[in-house]
Antibody, heavy 119, light 106 residues
Framework: EAQLVQSGAEVKTPGESLKISCEGS????????IAWVRQMPGKGLEWMGI????????KYNPSFQGHVTISADISITTAYLKWSSLQASDTAMYYC????????????WGNGTTVTVSS | IQLTQSPSFLSTSVGDRVAITCRAS??????LAWYQQKPGRAPKLLIY???TLQIGVPSRFSASGYGTEFTLTVNSLQPEDFATYYC?????????FGQGTKLEIK
């Protein structure tokens, strides 16, 4: 069974860096796009970007480009979302999600990582 | 591409039939998915390719549409269906979501 397991909750102060992870198992990790989705407290879902682990081809939502970096390491079947300098407005739940064989399907979601940024 | 989902909030009862609409600002063929999210949980895929039911999703869920107008219908609402529903377009990047529709028990 395909599964995405995300790293644990983080509490950071503004200006700190952070990298959260999403480990895939039960499927061919390198051949499925992985997207990241933000959900701020009490708000809706926001698509941040997507990566193809096999060649690291990455597409960003312009709203997030330059503020986060998406990467992947196929040797350990893990995707990452990184911030160089966190802001209080980055406080949110972050989900990774796998695209299925069809480009119309985002079918497997991670359990989510809560990031809290507070001084 | 912008997605406009309506209504934003729906107060309804067990056994009711409800319809949620999602309108795209430009044609997206059938590159639309629907998700259900319950509090404190990750979203769950219900429908992809505008009308294809994901494996394991109850048949009371159905969806239709093509181009710019899409509808998710839930027949005979069950207590476990009270949640927030989102549409998402996968036609072009960024793969944005609608703003969500919250179903609440009347």
């Amino acid at each position: 069974e395909a599964q995405l397991v995300q790293s644990g909750a983080e509490v950071k102060t503004p200006g700190e860096s952070l990298k959260i992870s999403c480990e895939g198992s039960g499927y061919d990790f390198s051949s499925h796009w992985i997207a990241w989705v933000r959900q701020m407290p009490g708000k809706g879902l926001e698509w941040m970007g997507i990566i193809y682990p096999s060649d690291s081809d990455t597409k960003y939502n312009p709203s997030f480009q330059g503020h986060v970096t998406i990467s992947a390491d196929i040797s350990i079947t893990t995707a990452y979302l990184k911030w160089s300098s966190l802001q209080a407005s980055d406080t949110a739940m972050y989900y990774c999600v796998r695209r299925g064989r069809s480009p119309m399907v985002m079918d497997v979601w991670g359990n989510g990582t809560t990031v809290t940024v507070s001084s | 591409i912008q997605l406009t989902q309506s209504p934003s909030f729906l107060s309804t009862s067990v056994g009711d039939r409800v319809a949620i609409t999602c309108r795209a600002s430009q044609g997206i063929n059938n590159y639309l998915a629907w998700y259900q999210q319950k509090p404190g949980r990750a979203p769950k895929l219900l429908i992809y390719a505008a009308s294809t039911l994901q494996i394991g999703v109850p048949s009371r869920f159905s969806a239709s549409g093509y181009g710019t107008e899409f509808t998710l219908t839930v027949n005979s609402l069950q207590p476990e269906d009270f949640a927030t529903y989102y549409c998402q377009q996968l036609y072009d990047y960024p793969h944005i979501f609608g703003q969500g529709t919250k179903l609440e028990i009347k």
